[in-house]
């Protein structure tokens, strides 16, 4: 019976020194996992933007003005409607 008491108040002892150690531990874990989060994304979205600004934009851009770089080709099916004439919308009447 003392053996299971003492086994009981050992086990209750270490739970609760682990809960202290982890209201300690956990926030500075924590803190320190979402500073390494935010500096990862701060270093790949710097690498996306001014890597792929350098590249495309190589000349000055003018405000106010448009320019298409890429016209996608259209699929046969589409060129074939163009082509097919104006459809009238009609209701069936009963």
Do not use: H
């Amino acid at each position: 019976m003392t053996a299971l008491l003492k086994f009981l108040l050992i086990t209750i002892c270490v739970m609760w020194l682990l809960r202290m150690i982890a209201k300690l531990l956990l926030p500075f874990l924590f803190k320190k996992m979402v500073s390494k989060a935010q500096e990862k994304f701060r270093t790949s979205y710097n690498q996306q933007t001014f890597g792929g600004q350098q590249q495309y934009r190589s000349e000055p851009r003018n405000n106010g003005k448009i320019s298409i770089d890429f016209i996608p080709p259209k699929d046969k099916e589409a060129r074939a409607a163009d082509k097919a004439g104006d459809f009238i919308d009609f209701e069936e009447v009963k």
